[in-house]
């Protein structure tokens, strides 16, 4: 039995697999966010573990007999969270979040300091973890004066669990600390924001052993000293739980979010549309990531607007869906990050009349949403690696309609999974079962079996690709306004 368990922002997962991969067992316990001023986002690493050590209570209460046969653990977890410890191994504050804006200022600072965007293959964003700690050496400089490790939140859990301080490839990548290419820590990288390799964790690969469960931990849970494996950021470790490992797989996430993310065998980014370059949990493979800020969101604002729920409003339109909507709809209600880089980005309706009712408006968003996801994924494909056929997860992607209306946008043949647990928690059980072999297979990582396929519609393809030209023009149109 492997157990996977995901850190997570507003709850910690804790899952049982069978070595077969059949998934035992899962228990959940929420967390909370604080948010002590304006576009701030904070949360006590403590309550980390007390999630955890509830979730895993719940999921041994239920299926003892499985659990007592434990034989690895694997974390996952939300990416760029800045959790500083003392030389205590206690935390100095809360940790910052990855959705935290604060450092916003120090983004600029940070990129004319260093070669960010070469070695670290990514945009400094205030999401990432170094611009937080430039925040902090400028308001909070005592505090910073203390620090001796940096942690991301699964690894603070990893402490926990072990007694050592660790990270994986994928989630150190969101650091903007890595030398992504090279897989190792940037000297020049920590120098920008005052900090050196000693205040870093370990940084393995996600398939590798971290440690073993602390006595205290495993007497506790009435398992043996099992090993802990590397694991991996939230994304990565989805695409670990889906077998989406080889160049050219991946997945398109259709949640709050909408996220195209799909696997590499370099490191190839293109930062000058905002596409994100990690390295993948796994040995050997990178990803990229291009992310559209409001998917899923933009369909629940309109149900605010008009009253229903997401799923009401999407069974308004048809499966047999041929021509675009009269109406455009951009989906920048919470500015966009990819292809624009813009956080001032606004969403609009364009070309309201007077017969325009609530279907044509939902079928708007649902386009809007299409075209943002094209334009991502035209992003990755100016890298010059290859995007293949994906797989669509989400709770958008319960919609048939919508799922056929982002395939003939995007050109992207769209992959329906069997109903199972694909999130990060079963990509963290994998790699802790893989964390048992001597060295990596890949066939430890097998892909879901599939159930339906979704083709890009040809006539319907052809109409998007011609709307897609105002949808463009409006963005450009709405900036210079």
């Known amino acids: 039995m492997h157990l996977g368990i995901d850190i997570g ?25 604080s948010r002590p001023r304006s576009g701030w986002s904070e ?12 979730a895993v209570a719940g999921l041994r209460a239920a299926h003892p007999e499985a659990f007592a046969r434990l034989a690895s653990v694997g974390v996952s977890g939300q990416m760029h969270g800045a959790t500083l410890l003392g030389a205590d191994d206690r935390p100095l504050r809360p940790c910052i979040l990855w959705n935290d804006g604060r450092s916003g ?9 260093v070669d960010v965007r070469g070695i670290g293959g990514n945009i400094a964003m205030a999401g990432f973890t170094a611009p937080k700690l430039l925040w902090v050496a400028r308001h909070e400089p005592a505090i910073f004066a203390r620090i001796a490790k940096v942690l991301l939140p699964k690894d603070y859990v990893r402490l926990w669990l072990t007694g050592q301080h660790a990270t994986d490839m994928s ?52 398992v043996a000293r099992v090993p802990v494996a590397g694991g991996g950021g939230d994304n990565a470790a989805t695409a670990c739980g889906m077998g989406l490992l080889e160049p050219g797989a991946g997945f398109l996430s259709l949640g709050t979010s909408g996220v195209l993310f799909t696997a590499t065998e ?32 933009s369909l629940t604002w ?71 996801f094209a334009d991502c994924h035209d992003a990755l494909a100016r890298t010059g690696l290859p995007v293949g056929a994906v797989y669509a997860v989400g709770g958008g992607a319960r919609s048939a309609s919508w799922l056929r209306i982002i395939a003939a946008a995007t050109g992207l043949t769209l992959l329906i999974p069997e109903t199972g647990d694909f999130g990060a928690a079963y990509g963290a059980a994998k790699l ?19 159930r339906a396929e979704v083709r890009p519609d040809p006539a319907l393809a052809d109409a998007y690709a011609a709307r897609r ?13």
């Open 43 to 54: 949360q006590n690493p403590d309550d980390w573990i007390a999630a955890t050590s509830a």
């Open 171 to 222: 989630d150190a990548a969101g650091t903007l600390w890595l030398d992504v290419g090279g897989r190792r820590w940037s000297d020049a990288l920590l120098a920008a924001t005052g900090l050196t390799r000693d205040q870093m964790p370990d940084v393995i690969e996600g398939t590798a052993q971290s440690g073993l469960l602390r006595a205290e931990i495993a007497a506790d849970w009435g």
């Open 432 to 450: 802790a079962r893989a964390c048992l072999s001597p060295q990596f297979d890949a066939a430890d990582f097998a892909a879901p079996a599939l």
């Open 9 to 33: 922002t507003s709850g910690v997962k804790a899952l049982l697999m069978a070595d077969d991969t059949s998934v035992i067992g899962s228990r959940d316990a929420g967390l909370t966010v």
């Open 469 to 481: 030209g105002r949808f463009r023009r409006l963005y450009r149109a709405l900036q210079d306004g």
């Open 302 to 372: 309109l149900a605010r607007q008009l009253g229903g729920t997401p799923p009401d409003l999407a069974a308004m339109v048809p499966l047999d869906v041929s021509q675009p909507s009269e109406t455009t709809f951009l989906p920048y209600l919470s500015g966009e990050r990819t292809p624009h880089n813009d956080p001032l980005a606004r969403g609009a309706f364009v070309g309201l009349a007077a017969g325009t009712d609530k279907a044509a408006l939902v079928q708007a968003v649902m386009e809007g949403v299409g075209f943002a």
């Open 105 to 113: 200022a120090e983004c600029a600072a940070l990129e004319a300091r």
């Open 266 to 297: 370099r490191f190839a980014p293109n930062t000058d549309e905002a596409v994100h370059a990690f390295c993948h949990a796994v040995p050997a493979r990178w990803h990229q990531m291009a992310v559209t800020l409001s998917a899923v969101d």
